[in-house]
Nanobody, 125 residues
Framework: QVQLVESGGGLVQAGGSLRLSCAAS????????MGWFRQAPGKEREFVAR????????NYADSVKGRFTISRDNAKNTGYLQMNSLKPEDTAVYYC??????????????????WGQGTQVTVSS
């Protein structure tokens, strides 16, 4: 059974940093792309970042480019999202996802077949 478990969310002041982790189990982590999405109250889930299976190719939403960094450690079956210079508008539930997508296909939530339970990130002004 494939499981993704996020951790690292919390409450932080604007300008602060958080590091989210996503621990994967149940299938070969390095065979799949990983993405991070977020959903704020009353809004649709949106793409944040993605990283390719093994070459480490990354893409980011314009709203987080230059502030967030996605990475993965395939030996530890874990992915990460380092979030710096956080803003109140970054407040959301953050989800990691795993799927067999590549390139721009990874921007869509429909490209992922497994999701974590989500972790709350709250940025106060």
């Amino acid at each position: 059974q494939v499981q993704l478990v996020e951790s690292g969310g919390g409450l932080v002041q604007a300008g602060g940093s958080l590091r989210l982790s996503c621990a994967a189990s149940g299938r070969t982590f390095s065979n799949y792309a990983m993405g991070w999405f977020r959903q704020a109250p009353g809004k649709e889930r949106e793409f944040v970042a993605r990283i390719s299976r093994s070459r480490g190719i990354t893409n980011y939403a314009d709203s987080v480019k230059g502030r967030f960094t996605i990475s993965r450690d395939n030996a530890k079956n874990t992915g990460y999202l380092q979030m710096n210079s956080l803003k109140p508008e970054d407040t959301a539930v953050y989800y990691c996802a795993s799927g067999g997508c590549a390139g721009y296909g990874c921007y869509s939530s429909h490209s992922y077949d497994y999701w974590g339970q989500g972790t709350q990130v709250t940025v106060s002004s």
